[in-house]
């Protein structure tokens, strides 16, 4: 980069959608930084040049002009280009040249990761993220498994055609926060992209909302969990899941909601490592869940209903097409074969953290 730079006589930057500089002559200002990335994503075409008190700079698209500029680079130089002398041209030319073949062969590392990602996605979201065949798809995937990990969930509303751009958004945003020897691990699962990765969530969702002005009539929407130990990275993953939910609900293109923004029992339940919850979940359960399997009699669901409707025999009723009689009796028998008595309020909290825990 600086050969190319002194060639050119100018300062030159490679740098992502999001703004991550994957090669600079000299670092810009914050401020300079986010003109050039929202210049990169509206222009109506590319070249193009912005100006920031004053001074000039150039703006490159890297790789096809048909490319989504929302998971691409650019190249952004110092000074007007109409202005340049020929050798200028020519040296920053080279520099897209050279960037889109580097940017062509980490492509290629990521899709030869790809499946192993969707693997360790594939454990964490079936509740196996403290196994250990989990921590082993994360090192092989370049991540240390050990310290706090971070997981995002991404999906663009209404656009499932646009998963794989949505991994692609997750890995670039999630490499400004993570080590450069410890990439994040973004995998799809479900319709909606997943990402892995040590890090500070607020830092990924700056990087994230730079998007923002490209996304016109769409709309991303964006979950994540706090830190947590290995051991709690399914819960961590229902957290990212449930902020997701609540991004949905915001107004914006590109909402992103954190798990420290959950102040439920969602954010206590992730916290709690995933073989803890389960076996919660079995102690308290299992009967219920074995009667329904032997007799296809519907407690769960009653259960479910009744406590989703605070108790109320006749809402239940209502919800599920029964006679009162009939939840009295379901709920009589959950009563009876799990021990605990439904009028009591400490047995109610037991039975939905189990719930909530399966």
Known sequence: MAGIAASAGRGCRVLTATGREVAASAPVPLPVLERMVTTFLTAVRLPAVTRVDGAA????????????????WFVAVDGAYPDWDAETSDAVSGLVAIAALDRARRGEGLRVARDIADDAIELIATGGGDRPETAVRLRQAGLDPTGPLVVAVAAFVDRPDLVEAARAILVD??????????????????????AVFPGDPAAFAVALRRLEPALGALRLTVGTSVPYGPAALSGAMQEARHARDLARMREGALPVVTGAELTSHVALLAAVPDDM??????????????YDDRTGAGLMVTLEAFLDCSGSWSRVAERLHLHVNTVRYRIGRVEELTGRDLGRFADRVDLFLALRSL
Not at 57 to 72: D, H, L
Request: without cysteine.
């Open 277 to 290: 919850r389960r076996a919660f979940a079995a102690r308290v359960l299992a009967p219920v869940l074995d």
């Open 57 to 72: 700079y150039s703006v490159f698209a890297v790789g096809p002009a048909s490319e989504q500029r929302m998971t691409s």
């Open 173 to 194: 945003a999630a490499s400004h926060v993570t080590p450069g020897d410890h990439p994040p691990v973004v995998g799809v699962r479900d319709g909606v992209a997943v």
